[in-house]
T-cell receptor, first 113, second 113 residues
Framework: AQSVTQLDSHVSVSEGTPVLLRCNYS??????LFWYVQHPNKGLQLLLK??????LVKGINGFEAEFKKSETSFHLTKPSAHMSDAAEYFCVVSERGANDMRFGAGTRLTVKP | KAGVTQTPRYLIKTRGQQVTLSCSPI?????VSWYQQTPGQGLQFLFEYFSETQRNKGNFPGRFSGRQFSNSRSEMNVSTLELGDSALYLCASSLEIGPDTQYFGPGTRLTVL
């Protein structure tokens, strides 16, 4: 069965500095990979998804992620953090659909002024 | 296009009561999935409905049930509430069943006293 590990439970950056949120996955097949963001008391918003097309995936709000099969990683990056980026981020792997979506434990991003 | 809507946003119930949560998917989406989010267990899949039929079910007791109507709207019911049912319940919709992108609603925060 597939699984996902978010390597950091909490990341703190200063506004204007780069963001790196790390995610490793395990899958027997060619999975779909997603990054979602959750602001306090809100639902999950899709940032980007990988579905075996380009390995570098561009998402909303300046985020992007690179699929590296050899490293089984799907790290999320952003060149310059903004205060509004402070939220919880979830890496998700899926092979067949909603019933087998595996969510990471989440990484809480704090952005300092 | 309007996003996924969930009602009510907040609920307070006591042990032993039952509760019904409602979810309206994005127009044209035929698949609706439900998830439970708690600090301890993270995000867990409850069930998925497509064309008014439950297609997949997660590892939850029979107290958790749901249904989908012909307009794709879905309801989730929890009977005989327990303290541990306190959680954020998220609904997500997608165009089709299978490895398709899930779009999440804002959630219903259920507190069981």
């Amino acid at each position: 069965a597939q699984s996902v590990t978010q390597l950091d439970s909490h990341v703190s950056v200063s506004e204007g500095t780069p963001v790196l949120l790390r995610c490793n996955y395990s899958s027997s097949y060619s999975p779909s990979l997603f990054w979602y963001v959750q602001h306090p008391n809100k639902g999950l918003q899709l940032l980007l998804k990988y579905t075996s097309a380009a390995t570098l995936v561009k998402g909303i709000n300046g985020f992007e992620a690179e699929f590296k099969k050899s490293e089984t990683s799907f790290h999320l990056t952003k060149p310059s953090a903004h205060m509004s980026d402070a939220a919880e981020y979830f890496c998700v792997v899926s092979e067949r659909g909603a019933n087998d979506m595996r969510f990471g434990a989440g990484t809480r991003l704090t952005v300092k002024p | 296009k309007a996003g996924v809507t969930q009602t009510p946003r907040y609920l307070i119930k006591t042990r032993g009561q039952q509760v019904t949560l409602s979810c309206s998917p994005i127009s044209g989406h035929r698949s609706v999935s439900w998830y439970q989010q708690t600090p301890g267990q993270g995000l867990q899949f409850l069930f998925e409905y497509f064309s008014e039929t439950q297609r997949n079910k997660g590892n939850f007791p029979g107290r958790f049930s749901g249904r989908q109507f012909s307009n794709s709207r879905s309801e989730m019911n929890v009977s005989t509430l327990e303290l541990g049912d306190s959680a954020l319940y998220l609904c997500a919709s997608s165009l089709e069943i299978g490895p398709d992108t899930q779009y999440f609603g804002p959630g219903t925060r259920l507190t069981v006293l």
